[in-house]
């Protein structure tokens, strides 16, 4: 027994000692906490919760500003700037305060988050039993201020014992309390300091290491109905205990987080809790922490991005593009998908095999899978198709994995990674593919050409599922009525509008009748790989149609015939890198079409139609290695200058044909 002190139980829910010389009661319960883990030299402290790092920052092994450095030299314990750190306990040792948590290797670690003033440093290193100036400074404390503390813990023990009956009962039945919660856990949950002098002092560095916003506010609640009591304020904490009705709490803040309202307050033994009040007034942000913002104006078929560890979120990348690393040594921590605009009702699942986690459970788009903040390394993955989308699509995708680089391609549900292996996934690529041999009329007969607008109806006009007159009429646009589209649709003889309806269903009207513009097989000629070139491509020209293949920067079209270019095709050859190519073609009445894949054709056949501008891309890793460069050939202007990546060759808005295109692959 620590020599000066003699100890008495009370009762099984509260443990009070007195001291001689005398100390700060509540010190001393903080320095036994049941929850505290101590060493020689500092004091582990239980206290869960999410920090948002302001600098880049150095996981330490041990609590020390002055650690030797070599210690430290593990590229995984260096943390970015704004990656955000679930830490379980904290530690105020060295002149600083420090969060703690452990690593994939289950090894603990430290960061430090701020500096302590000299006067509140954590003074456990020194012997109090010799430093005769704490004894003076403890002793000057008045007697009437011990017997107040003494009796603020003699109230909060008998709130305790007047709730413990209740509060046994209707945990037990609750089925979110942790099996091993003990029942001295429990009643001290229950209980909450008086002094506010220690809560005070601190309070600013409790609003800087927590993700949610903490207003500082003292007082006392009773409760009118059974209230959760949290480890964290969120939904998804562990659960510790009910406050019954009619039970009080010293709380010190106030947090409005996660769709409800939260008192927070210290228990005894100097454990932080929340207590959930009410719902909240604000609504909850599903994208906080969630990495760039997805931008459906530039999205692909299937747009995803990456957590990577010390990277934090990637941007979006869509199409078969590759998101994560490669030849870093980094972990992916988690992912999150989006669909682009799709023709058909559905959507996507996916879930991640995490270290130490197994499977999480299956979630959709605008949720990530995986762990943010933990170090966890994803090591495998299931993506699946949902509803009519199902039907038509295959979703495919690919992991690169610790010593094995990519692995094979799979689809639908299947797993891509490992399992039981312990090898870190570093990147993946996703796509969609469209089912061979389906009949899948909106992919195969017509295609919706991207185009925003406003259109006001000037006769009553019908609503239907498919761009046919002969489909079903599910609902009528009367005169003066006005819809929203976001496509266009050339088909059965007619111009449709195309939109997505409240139900979430596309939607289609005819807005006017014109030729026969059912689109043509693709009757071009046939590609020849012997004779391949980087890059390689031909064109269709009126009055010639498909003409044969050229590469490198060489003549695809003519040149003084004034002869309009109407379609392309391009195609890569062998290729240093992964990666792809795609491209857009600008057609006269049509404006913009899609961007196309590669060996996809981009304008049109057999509509008399010229493309006036054109923008090509390359994708995945071969993009940051090598610029894709074209210029045309444009009706009374000539050859223009080059133009790379995704820039407009050609002219918009002016009714100028193009008439030829040169196209080349340049390295970096």
Wanted: hydrophobic share 30%; net charge negative; proline share 3%.
């Amino acid at each position: 027994m620590k020599k000066g002190y003699k100890y008495l139980m009370l009762s099984s829910a509260a443990l009070i000692f007195f001291a001689t010389p005398k100390q700060d009661i509540f010190k001393n319960l903080d320095s036994i906490s049941v929850h505290a883990q101590t060493n020689d030299e500092w004091t582990l402290k239980d206290e869960k919760g999410k920090f948002e790092l302001k600098e880049d920052s150095s996981a330490k092994k041990e609590p020390r500003i002055s650690q030797n450095e070599e210690s430290n030299s593990d590229n995984n314990n260096e943390f970015k700037k704004g990656t955000v750190i679930d830490y379980d306990k904290i530690v105020e040792f060295d002149g600083y305060k420090w969060i703690s948590f452990k690593n994939e290797d289950n090894e603990r670690l430290f960061i430090s988050i701020e500096k302590i003033e000299a006067s509140k440093t954590n003074t456990s290193t020194s012997d109090s039993s010799t430093d005769s100036s704490k004894d003076e400074e403890v002793s000057s404390k008045s007697e009437s201020s011990e017997e107040s503390l003494k009796e603020e813990v003699k109230s909060s023990t008998k709130n305790v014992e007047n709730n413990k009956d209740s509060v046994e009962q209707k945990s037990s039945d609750s089925t979110t309390q942790s099996s091993d919660n003990k029942l001295s856990d429990v009643e001290d949950a229950l209980t909450s300091i008086s002094d506010y002098s220690s809560v005070k002092e601190s309070k600013y560095r409790l609003a800087s290491i927590t993700p949610w916003k903490v207003v500082t506010e003292y007082g006392r609640y009773t409760f009118t109905e059974d209230c959760e009591i949290r480890d964290a304020p969120t939904k998804d904490s562990n659960f510790v205990t009910i406050y019954p009705e009619g039970g009080s709490v010293n709380y010190d803040s106030k947090i409005d987080n996660d769709g409800f309202k939260w008192l927070g307050y210290k228990t005894n033994s100097g454990r932080r809790l929340y207590v959930k009040i009410g719902k909240s007034s604000t609504p909850t942000n599903p994208n906080s922490n969630m990495g760039p913002a997805f931008d459906p104006n530039t999205a692909g078929q299937i747009n995803y991005l990456t957590h990577v560890q010390s990277d934090g979120w990637q941007n979006w990348v869509k199409d078969g593009e590759m998101a994560g690393t490669q030849g870093r040594s980094l972990r992916m921590e988690a992912f999150k998908l989006e669909l682009g605009n799709l023709p058909y009702d559905g959507s996507v699942e996916y879930r991640a095999h995490v270290q130490n986690d197994g499977w999480q459970n299956w979630v959709g788009p605008n949720s990530y899978a995986g762990t943010q903040g933990r170090s966890l390394r994803m090591e495998a993955l299931e993506i699946r198709l949902t509803g009519e989308l199902a039907k038509y699509y295959d979703v495919q995708y690919r992991a690169h994995v610790q010593n094995n680089g990519w692995m094979s391609w799979v689809k639908n549900g299947e797993l891509a990674g490992t399992q039981g292996q312990s090898l870190r996934m570093e990147a993946l690529e996703i796509k969609l593919v469209k089912k061979p041999g389906v009949n899948n009329p909106s992919d195969s007969s017509w295609k919706l050409i991207s185009e925003k607008g406003s259109y006001k109806f000037n006769k009553k006009s019908e609503i239907k599922n498919e761009p046919k007159k002969s489909s079903t009429t599910v609902g009528y646009y009367n005169a003066g009525e006005s819809v929203a589209y976001d496509s266009k649709v050339n088909y059965d003889n007619a111009t449709w509008i195309s939109y997505i309806a409240a139900s979430g269903k596309r939607r289609y009207v005819q807005i006017a009748t014109n030729s026969d513009i059912t689109p043509k097989p693709d009757d071009s000629t046939e590609f020849d790989i012997n004779n391949a070139g980087n890059i390689n491509y031909l064109a269709h020209v009126q009055n010639y149609g498909w003409q044969n293949w050229v590469k490198d920067g060489d003549v695809a079209g003519t040149q003084g015939k004034e002869l309009r270019m109407e379609a392309f095709k391009i195609l890569l050859a062998d290729r240093p890198y992964n990666g792809s190519i795609k491209y857009s073609a600008h057609v006269q009445d049509v404006g913009w079409q899609e961007w196309c894949g590669e060996g996809e054709i981009a304008g049109t056949r057999g509509r008399s139609l010229r493309i006036e501008a054109l923008k090509i891309s390359l994708t995945g890793e071969l993009a940051k290695h090598y610029d894709v460069e074209y210029r045309s050939h444009v009706q009374g202007i000539g050859w223009q200058p080059w133009v790379k990546n995704g820039e407009l060759a050609g002219t918009e808005g002016r009714s100028l044909r193009m008439e030829a295109i040169q196209i080349r692959l340049v390295k970096k």
